[in-house]
């Protein structure tokens, strides 16, 4: 008997970003997993996420629906909820945006990009790693992890 294994709330964010960034490395063979990943900061998903307007959809979606799980049908503890809006603040402060991110003469990012690089390159690695964990290897395709 096959058992659908659960997957957590909170890597909902980490596969979101990780399948878009999968997507633009698919797109453009040739691009490393950075180049993937920098080319995912600026795109319409990265702003949605960068602002927190991702959470707040989808916790009006949740509110709609009662807090339950379309899934299992379940409801989504309170515990979980308060999670996904720790989440929500943290993501937003890693991705905080200011115009100008590069020193004017180089392509050196700032402190402040090259802090939300890291956060989705974080995203990308715990989302490898979950699916490493819960077998399903074959949804790894940057291979952040080896």
């Known amino acids: ?3 659908k294994t659960k997957k957590p709330y909170v890597i909902y964010l980490a596969e979101v970003i990780y399948k878009d960034v999968a997507n633009i490395k698919k797109n453009n063979s040739d691009i490393s997993n950075v180049d ?3 080319g995912f900061i ?5 702003e949605e996420i960068s602002s927190g307007m991702f959470h707040d959809t989808w916790f009006k979606y949740l509110e709609n629906n009662n807090f339950i799980d379309k899934d299992s049908g379940e409801k989504i503890p309170s515990e979980t909820v308060k999670l996904l809006h720790v989440q929500k ?8 945006k200011y115009p100008e991110l590069y020193y004017a003469k180089s ?5 402040i990009s090259q802090r ?11 989302y490898e790693l979950w699916c490493k964990e819960v077998g399903q290897s074959e949804q790894i395709v940057l291979n952040i992890i080896d």
């Open 1 to 3: 008997m096959l058992f």
């Open 36 to 38: 993937a990943i920098e």
């Open 42 to 46: 600026g795109t319409k998903k990265y």
């Open 89 to 96: 603040d943290a993501t937003v402060k890693q991705l905080i």
């Open 107 to 111: 392509s050196f990012p700032l402190e």
């Open 116 to 126: 939300a690089f890291d956060f989705l390159w974080r995203m990308c690695e715990s």
